[in-house]
């Protein structure tokens, strides 16, 4: 049986989802305002291999991932760069998609934006309103009362008092409470804003998660997920609000991924050591990072650099060299082979891929010793389980750096360029879509420009 920790009780539970065969999962998105960073990239990753590893344990998934597309970040670049905010966060979005596909992250069955759900929100605050847990402030700014509700704290384990004590806390003169929390902001000139009923507004961060999750999920839903930095306070209010509107518990599970650090010190852009994924990219292959994140456990630190990026890449170029000694066409996983029962078993511990990428080791190891194609057929379908080995040996290998890249191959992805060149003209968009997939799912991203297309590995 699969075995996850659950944040809320702080150890591993077995998994019962609330509905027999049936997931419901949601993971806190992006806020578009600027290029996607190495943190997100782990969010990315951590909650695709979920995901999939539910779905290959039979289980109906729904993933919803939202996008917060409002907030105080996204309205200051957007006065800063003169633009509207719709055109910010499209172009974000669009640049976010982009790096997803390219550390081969699917897309998540909903991936809801938080302007397409005020009406949802509006709905949240007053049932609080109605339950006497939400006030209007002499500022204008509708507030939940922390103290009002019973539990809060449970997640992260910090009690009212500490919290009261504590430095982090805003000290304003409006709220009841300095521990109170804005559910809804007064409308400022220049801002966006909506109607509501205490007046023109937009919504506070924290009630967008409570309403688009609970409207597409239900009230109660099986998997929270997320960076451990949004465990105090973002979903910590969640847990307020949600269970605060609908009277019943909101999460049964809830998993938080660590932090990233680099060098062994926390990412941050203070100290100059914060990363974009496209940042990474342009040096490593986007599989090899992909790669990276998944060899270490969700729960752990991970420390980003070079060395061990290098040695990521190394050691996925191993499997890869496995692969092409012995050509085997792709198959289902046979769960009867004991690498595989290994494999499972790792996995239904809390996601142990670790354990689980050490497994495909030591099944590559057995396919350079017995070229067996069954056991090569093995490795690439337990591997294809966590998104890796998707691709054709030949290509990573020429295409990744230390590995060498023919001149063949450089001349290959040149004319697959011109065909697609030649097919747009032709206005024959479905074959110039499929030659850019194709190359796409080779590690080789298309960029068009004024001076033509360009070329680059994922």
Known sequence: MLRIYNT???????????????????????T?????????????????????????????VTYVRNITDIDDKIIKRALENKETIGELTTRFIAYMNEDAAALGVEKPDHEPRATEYVPQMLKLIGQLENNGLAY?????????????????GKLSGKSLDDLRAGERVDVDQAKHDPLDFVLWKHGKDGEPFWESPWGNGRPGWHIECSAMSSDLLGKQFDIHGGGQDLQFPHHENEIAQSEGAHNCQFVNYWMHNGFVRVDDEKMSKSL???FSIREVLKKYDAEVVRFFILRAHYRSPLNYSDAHLDDARQALARLYTALK??????RPVDWSEAHALRFRQAMDDDFNTPEACAVLFDLASEVNRRKSLALAGQLRAL?????LLRRDPQIFLQSTPGAGESESSADKIESLIAGRTAAKKARNFAEADRIRSELLAAGIVLEDGAQGTTWRRA
């Open 8 to 30: 809320l009780v702080r150890e591993k539970q077995d998994f019962i989802p609330i509905e027999p065969g049936k997931v419901r999962m949601y993971v806190c998105g992006m």
């Open 32 to 60: 578009v305002y600027d290029y996607c960073h190495l943190g997100h990239a782990r969010v990315l990753v951590i909650f695709d291999m979920v995901q999939r590893w539910l779905r290959a344990s039979g289980l109906d």
């Open 136 to 152: 209007k402030a002499a500022d204008g700014d509708v507030n939940f009362s922390v103290r009002k509700f019973p539990g809060y």
């Open 272 to 274: 100059g050591n914060f």
């Open 325 to 330: 000694a012995v050509h085997s066409e792709e």
């Open 383 to 387: 591997a294809g389980l966590m998104g």
